[in-house]
Every structure is written in C-alpha cells, then in structure tokens.
C-alpha cells in the first residue's frame, strides 16, 4: 500500500480529507494541540484517513533551537526547561511531554510517530546512551516509531534505527531506507532540492523526478510506504505524483 501526502494541510482541511489518503501533522511538532482540535479533526476526516504527526520539539530539540519561538511559552518556561528536553534526554520533563504527545496521537489514530532531530544532535556517545534510556523508558503503544538523522554516515543510521527498532525517515530522493522496522513501514519526507548541505524547500519536482521517485518507491520492500511532499510546491507535485501511480 502506497499513502501519499503533505507535511501539513496544502488546502483547505475539508478538501484535503476528500483529495488525500493521508497527512503528516505539523502542528504537534511546535506545541501541543488542545484534545479537542484532535478530536475535531478525527471526526471530520474519512474513517481510513491515516494521520502521521510531528513529535513535540521538547523531545528533539534544545531550547535554544529557533523553533521554540513557535511554542507559547515564555522565557521564564524556557529557562526551567535548559538542558532538560531535547536530544531525546531521559528526564522527567520529556517523559511528560511524550505522555502528553502520546494522548493526541491516540485520539488521532496515528501510524507514524515522526521523531525529526536537529543536525546538531550527532553521532556522539552521550547521545546513543540518552537515547538507549529514553527508547527503553518510552511507552510505544501500537505506535510506529519513526526517526529521521541528519548528517548521520547511513552505517551509523542503520545501526541507530535497528537498536531502537525505529524506522529509518529519509528523503528517498537522496537515499534509499537502511531500516524499515520489523513491520517493514517505509516512510519518506520529499523536501526539495539539495544545494550542499542546505535544502531548498521551493524546489518543484519535474515530471522526470517523479517518474524516478515512482521507480524508486515500488522497488522498496514495504508493506506500507508513505510518500510525504514537504516542499512549496507539495500540494501540486503530490497531486501530480497521486496521477502518475495510477
């Protein structure tokens, strides 16, 4: 089976749930949505309409990160939070949040759990052993559990991810999976172009990239691929890309 979709909603809400099997949620990743916005939106969406949601920054991201501009809270809550969340830490403070991320995911039905790290979170020792205790602690549910290492040697990445039995996201325009996870999920977050290290986000992919990506998705041994657009353009190069697997 092959879900394709937008990190986040491209359209209006209703059309999206008329035109898309599927949806990465955006949101949860810069602070956590009310029970009542999940439950609204479960109730308008489709009964096989699949949600994916972004994992609460607090558990990937230092606060020092931009991103935390986005979160409503104030500096006084920030400067409590310094070096308690982020980086996958096994504290008290990110526990809490997984457990209060993990309430909207089960109202929502979620499949995949999107744990996006930071480039600044590397392939160091203290990081492997923060993350051994924070996968050993976390509750999973019936969750699948995806993560996505930038700047990682995929050697490295392969390991991480058959560790912590964690899927391997990737931009399948780069780079096959190294991991699919026991239950063989793929799960691939399109962001544009590459120039170096820097992503260009306004990069609109040409019928000759889609029909390559189409290649390439059908060639991965998957029970389940979810073929994620993140780029400017996603709601008219997944729309596209939707025709073309037709």
């Known amino acids: 089976m092959i879900y394709v ?15 898309y ?13 009310k029970e009542n916005l999940a439950k609204k939106w479960r109730e308008k969406a489709p009964k096989d309409f699949v949600f994916n949601l972004k994992v609460f920054q607090a558990i990937t991201h230092p606060t020092r990160s931009p991103t935390w501009k986005r979160s409503g809270f104030s500096k006084t809550e920030l400067d409590k939070l310094k070096d308690k969340v982020g980086y996958l830490r096994p504290t008290k403070e990110n526990f809490k949040f997984w457990m209060e991320f993990l309430k909207i995911a089960e109202i929502l039905e979620a499949r995949v759990l999107v744990i996006q790290l930071p480039a600044s979170f590397r392939d160091e020792e203290e990081n492997w052993k923060d993350a051994e205790k924070f996968f050993e602690t976390i509750e999973r549910k019936d969750f699948i559990l995806g993560v996505e290492l930038r700047g990682w040697e995929e050697k490295s990445i392969r390991k991480f991810c058959r560790k912590f039995e964690v899927v391997d996201i990737c931009d ?23 120039e170096g290290k820097r992503i260009n986000y ?13 290649g390439k998705v059908r060639k991965i ?22 025709r073309l697997l037709k």
């Open 5 to 19: 979709g937008c990190c986040g909603f491209s359209e209006s809400q209703a059309k999206y749930f008329k035109d």
């Open 21 to 33: 099997k599927t949806i990465e949620i955006q949101q949860t990743f810069y602070k956590l949505i």
């Open 172 to 194: 399948l325009m780069i780079r096959n999976p190294t991991y699919l996870s026991k239950k063989k999920i793929g799960y691939f977050r399109l962001h544009g172009s590459y």
């Open 202 to 214: 306004k990069y609109k992919y040409s019928d000759k990239d889609l029909k390559s990506l189409k």
């Open 221 to 242: 041994k998957a029970k389940e691929c979810f073929v994620m657009f993140n780029n400017v353009y996603m709601r008219d190069d997944s729309k596209r890309f939707i």
